[in-house]
């Protein structure tokens, strides 16, 4: 199984400063397709989790722009250049490159 | 609009099984398939299992084998989580998702408890 680790496991952030999330995985996540399967997801507390970014860049319908994806083979990154209030919750990783699918153990951000 | 609607809570004894069902609408049904994800408390999320809800194609977490069914009924456009054999380890938030991991049932909470 690929094993996806996340760093760090929790982030205190201020409001209006950027933040930043790294993500490993124990093997590359390039498909033979061409295509990499790297995804984010947010969990705000009591919710579901909710997808932000696919394909390692891709933001979702409705996701706001001050969030952005950026990675390659390995190696990847989740931003937000602007923290605001709403984006408090737990962010993981999800690699959909192969079965089973991982996650990563989750980055809480807090205020 | 698409939505997953799961089924209610669900409160098991030891050895028992269980089926949480998620109703899908708002596209069609057998152009995508579902995911089967649990998360325990105050842990993070864990992927069981898949369907092809076009040609029922599954595929399974080691971890579950021998006791985790999935299933769908395309009439129905509803998908199935049968888990058995509970032990309170199992207790957890269980959730469908869309093919991409997209759009996300509101969760079940099933709870194993003597």
């Known amino acids: 199984d690929i094993v996806m680790t996340q760093t760090p496991l929790s982030s205190p952030v201020t409001l209006g400063q950027p933040a930043s999330i790294s993500c490993r995985s124990s093997?590359?996540?390039?498909?033979?397709?061409?295509?990499?399967?790297l995804s984010w997801l947010q969990q705000r507390p009591g919710q579901p989790p909710r997808l932000l970014i696919y394909?390692?860049?891709n933001r979702f319908s409705g996701v706001p722009d001050r969030f952005s994806g950026s990675g390659a083979g390995t190696d990847f990154t989740l931003k937000i250049s602007r923290v605001e209030a709403e984006d408090v919750g737990v962010y993981y990783c999800?690699?959909?490159?192969?079965?089973?699918?991982?996650f990563g153990q989750g980055t809480k951000v807090e205020i | 609009q698409v939505q997953l609607v799961q089924s209610g809570a669900e409160v098991k004894k030891p050895g028992a099984s269980v089926r949480v069902s998620c109703k899908a609408s708002?596209?069609?049904?057998?152009?995508?398939?579902i995911h089967w994800v649990r998360q325990a408390p105050g842990q993070s999320l864990e992927w069981m299992a898949w369907?092809?809800?076009?040609?029922?194609?599954?595929r399974y977490s080691q971890k579950f084998q021998g006791r985790l069914t999935i299933s769908r009924d395309t009439s129905a456009s509803t998908a199935y989580m049968e888990l058995n054999s509970l032990g309170s380890e199992d207790t957890a938030i269980y959730y469908c998702?869309?093919?991409?991991?997209?759009?996300w049932g509101q969760g079940t909470l099933v709870t194993v408890s003597s």
């Open positions: 998702a869309l093919g991409a991991l997209d759009y």
């Open positions: 708002g596209y069609t049904f057998t152009n995508y398939a």
């Open positions: 369907i092809n809800i076009g040609d029922a194609n599954t």
């Open positions: 093997q590359s996540l390039v498909h033979s397709d061409g295509n990499t399967y």
């Open positions: 394909r390692i860049s």
């Open positions: 999800m690699q959909g490159t192969q079965f089973p699918r991982t």
